[in-house]
């Protein structure tokens, strides 16, 4: 059986956990970032392995769409001490981990396709979590899909683009849940332009949480 999330831009833990080759930091505040199974009766964590790193993204070049995701990778990267995630841009989509498409997100995440209402109402984005066969399978690769509203090419979506995709990468390195702090970037519809603290925090912590959830092909 299939069960497949969809993750839009639109929940809440704190925790920390010490690995053996460093320590995760105990700072507060965090959010709840797993993501539930549909019986409810577990929850899922994932963070990309190490020998998985750095992860291979392909973004189709659209609307400037490779630099955007090289930001959002940049971003993310910052937010992590020890080096436990890492990102490069592919040129193989097949090979991918990852793949971001420009374009509507399929029907079945269309009920959950989230909207930048606050700042920049222009595009959209979802994240594909596709957990198989059994749920502690995360089928690769993720798909994010980044789509403009209006008519690119009379509105200026840079900034709209830079939000969803700092957003969406969040989705896609474990952060599956929304926060329900306006200010963070993995709010539904965040004000803000950058990671915030919560979202930095949570980020490191779930890099060191056991995961249960395992990348397969």
Not at 57 to 79: F, T
Not at 87 to 101: G, K
Not at 108 to 131: N, S, Y
């Amino acid at each position: 059986m299939t069960a497949r999330r969809t993750l839009p831009l639109a929940l809440l833990l704190a925790g920390a956990l010490s690995c053996a080759e460093a320590t995760s930091p105990s700072r507060v505040p965090s959010y709840e970032w797993r993501l539930p199974t549909e019986d409810g009766l577990d929850t899922l964590s994932f963070h990309w392995p190490t020998d998985m790193l750095p992860v291979k993204i392909w973004v189709e070049d659209s609307l400037g769409m490779p630099d955007r995701v090289n930001e959002a990778i940049e971003a993310w990267r910052s937010a992590f001490l020890y080096g436990e995630y890492d990102a490069i841009l592919v040129s193989d989509s097949s090979s991918a981990d990852v793949v971001v498409r420009v374009l509507v997100a399929p029907r079945k995440a269309m009920a959950t396709v989230g909207r930048l209402q606050t700042l920049f109402p222009g595009c959209e984005g979802a994240t594909d979590i596709d957990t198989v066969t059994t749920r502690f399978q995360l089928q690769l690769p993720v798909r994010m899909y980044l789509t403009p509203r209006y008519d690119p090419a009379t509105t200026d979506l840079t900034e709209c683009f830079r939000i969803t995709a700092r957003h969406e990468l969040g989705h896609s390195l474990g952060l599956f849940q929304h926060t329900s702090d306006i200010r963070d970037i993995m709010y539904g519809d965040p004000e803000a332009e950058g990671l915030s603290a919560p979202d930095i925090n949570t980020a490191q912590i779930a890099a060191h949480w056991p995961a249960n959830l395992i990348p397969t092909r």
